[in-house]
Nanobody, 117 residues
Framework: QVQLVESGGGLVQAGGSLRLSCAAS????????MGWYRQAPGTQREVVAR????????NYAPSVKGRFTISRDNAKNTVYLQMNSLKPEDTAVYYC??????????WGQGTQVTVSS
């Protein structure tokens, strides 16, 4: 059974930083790409960042490029999202999932990120 558990969200002032974590189980983590997604109220879920299984390639949404960094630890079955220079428009529920072109797993509970101005 696939399980994706996100953590690390919280309330932060604009310009601040947060580091999100996603622990995965039930998948061949070391052989699959991982991604972070987010969904703000009234909007569709969007991809934020992706990383290949070997960490050799990453991809970022234009809105977060240069501010967010995705990384992974295959020994811990965990993917991270370091978020710097946060903006109020980054406020959303953040989710992780596996796969590159489309998310392949059921969504977890996500972690709320709220950025105050």
């Amino acid at each position: 059974q696939v399980q994706l558990v996100e953590s690390g969200g919280g309330l932060v002032q604009a310009g601040g930083s947060l580091r999100l974590s996603c622990a995965a189980s039930g998948i061949m983590f070391s052989t699959t790409s991982m991604g972070w997604y987010r969904q703000a109220p009234g909007t569709q879920r969007e991809v934020v960042a992706r990383v290949t299984s070997d960490s050799k390639a990453t991809n970022y949404a234009p809105s977060v490029k240069g501010r967010f960094t995705i990384s992974r630890d295959n020994a811990k079955n965990t993917v991270y999202l370091q978020m710097n220079s946060l903006k109020p428009e980054d406020t959303a529920v953040y989710y992780c999932n596996f796969g590159w072109t489309v998310p392949r797993g059921d969504w977890g509970q996500g972690t709320q990120v709220t950025v105050s101005s």
